[in-house]
């Protein structure tokens, strides 16, 4: 049987483990140099730092995965640096890129464990030189060892803008505040659901004591107001709960608000998406197991819904046994069982992290006209609100892909990755409707740039 496994982060790594032990030696592609997906991304080998520096209190766990994925690696069709830019599910084909480099792999069954990204709330000046993702942010930190800037700002909400701005503080940096848009109060109403995981709400708590108890400036409930500089950052603004306008000079900033899956590959095979009310994200549609209802495709990991890293490696483990009963393969039932009981678990923890960290929808619903929404495309909201507001025969735009066709909104090179969620908010508000109703922007083969200069495998 031939399986391919797209992604090497914790959900692939243990997918992979689970047909190795089986006896398989699966095509496993990742567009990254070196398995460890996201959380514990590898710097490159001349970069020496211990893992405690790279990970914190993950050192553990992240040395444990680099591990497994060392032993693997010789086991399997490892292709490190090559994307996966389409999917045929009715031929079974990926078709990938590795620089100039184009190839096809035949698969009787796949499984997709491609991760998450950002979501994104358009500020005025989130396009100015110093503003990058939280991820990004995380990510210059942990594969080059420097941060964004020296005086830096961390706004937007979720887990992620904590840990980020401790891992900046501990490692040097100057973070001049941590502005978060959710509210105090909505983080203590869901903590109870939090004490499900309670190791990692410690670890939470931990990271927010430690920047409050080093002086960093906490603003909490806030509403952004917009990044200001010229050729680069200089500042950022925000109304804080009481309405009152505030602003600290910086020199970059790093946004985020929670992350999205990258799901373009589930999409192009046809697996059907639901809106998934609590995450507020376009979630690919599966088990328990990770299958679709697209026979021979499973999904695993953030790509399949956020549920975060430990959630990640059970599902990967899941969606392998999966392939492998389906197969008619002999699986361990206790293992089944051990995975289902243990993902369950997380469940809980998972719906009391995004009731504590919301979607701030009005704030996208109200991004200003002038505002680029579409840094690809170069395009302001008003100017997408102005393509809703046209007479289009047979009527006006209602729907997301034929917006994006009046106005280019999600048309670039990122296909609407980072525009979208924003998008769709303010076409709901616009037009009266809820995103759900608005829709989601359909993947496009290739799902990132691939070069035009590509040349067939002898
Ligand atoms: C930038 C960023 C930083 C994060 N940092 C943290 C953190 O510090 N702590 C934490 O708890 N959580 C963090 N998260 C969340 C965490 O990464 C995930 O919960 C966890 O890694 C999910 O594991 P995964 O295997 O599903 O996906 P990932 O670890 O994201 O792995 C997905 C892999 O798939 C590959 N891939 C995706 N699409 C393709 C394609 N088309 N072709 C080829 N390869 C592809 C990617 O290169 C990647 O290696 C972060 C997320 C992001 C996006």
């Known amino acids: 049987m031939k399986v391919a496994v797209v992604g090497a982060g914790p959900a692939g790594i243990r997918a992979v483990e689970v047909l190795v032990a089986a006896g398989l030696r699966p095509v496993w592609i990742d567009e ?15 970069l020496k730092r211990d893992a405690k520096a790279l990970y914190g209190f993950e050192a553990g766990r992240a040395t444990s995965l680099h591990a497994a994925f060392d032993a693997l690696r010789p086991q399997v069709d490892w292709r490190p640096e090559t994307l996966v830019w389409h999917i045929r599910p009715g031929a079974k084909q990926l078709h990938t890129q590795s620089g100039p480099r184009r190839d096809q792999v035949e698969y009787d069954a796949a499984i997709l464990c491609t991760g998450a990204m950002d979501r994104v709330v358009p500020l005025p000046g989130w396009t100015l030189p110093g503003v990058t993702t939280l991820g990004g942010a995380q990510i210059a930190l942990k594969a080059q060892g420097c941060g964004i800037g020296r005086r830096v700002v961390f706004a937007g909400t979720g887990p992620l803008l904590w840990l980020v701005a401790y891992q900046y503080a501990k490692a040097g940096a100057e973070v001049a505040a941590v502005l978060d848009t959710t509210p105090f109060a909505t983080k203590l109403a869901a903590s109870p659901g939090m004490l499900r995981d309670a190791a990692t709400f410690a670890k939470g708590i931990y990271y927010i004591g430690w920047l409050r108890a080093h002086g960093v400036r906490i603003a909490e409930g806030v509403t952004p107001i917009g990044i200001e500089g010229e050729a680069g950052v200089s500042g950022i603004a925000w ?56 026979a021979g495709h499973y999904l695993a990991g953030d790509g399949a819904g956020i549920g975060g890293a430990a959630v990640a490696e059970l599902a990967g483990a899941r969606a392998a046994l999966a392939v492998l ?32 960290f919301p979607f701030p929808r009005a704030l996208a619903a109200g991004v200003a006209d002038e505002t680029i929404l579409c840094r690809c495309e170069g395009l302001r909201a008003g100017e997408l609100r102005a393509a809703l507001a046209a007479d289009h025969a047979p009527g006006p735009a209602s729907e997301l892909n034929r917006a994006k ?9 990122c296909q609407g990755r980072v525009c979208g969620t924003a998008a769709a908010e303010i076409m709901a508000a616009a037009l009266g409707s809820t995103p759900e109703a608005i829709g989601r922007l359909r993947g496009q083969p290739p799902v990132k740039p691939i070069p035009l200069v590509a040349e067939p495998v002898a």
């Not at 389906?326 to 009391?352: H, I, N, T």
């Not at 066709?405 to 090179?413: I, P």
Request: net charge neutral.
């Open 325 to 356: 009963e389906d197969a008619g393969r002999m699986v361990d039932a206790a293992q089944l069982s051990r995975l289902d009981a243990a993902l369950a678990r997380q469940q809980g923890f998972r719906a009391a992290l995004d009731r504590a």
């Open 405 to 413: 066709a009046f106005s280019r909104a999600g048309m670039g090179r």
């Open 32 to 46: 990254a140099a070196e398995g460890g997906g996201r959380i514990y991304q590898r710097p490159p080998a001349p």
């Open 239 to 294: 109304r804080d709960p009481g309405g009152r306008e505030q602003r600290v000079d910086c020199d970059a900033v790093g946004m985020g608000w929670g992350l999205k899956p990258e799901a373009q590959l589930a999409d192009l095979a046809g697996i059907p998406f639901r809106h998934d009310p609590l995450q507020w994200n376009w979630v690919p549609e599966r088990d328990v197991a990770g299958r679709t209802a697209i």
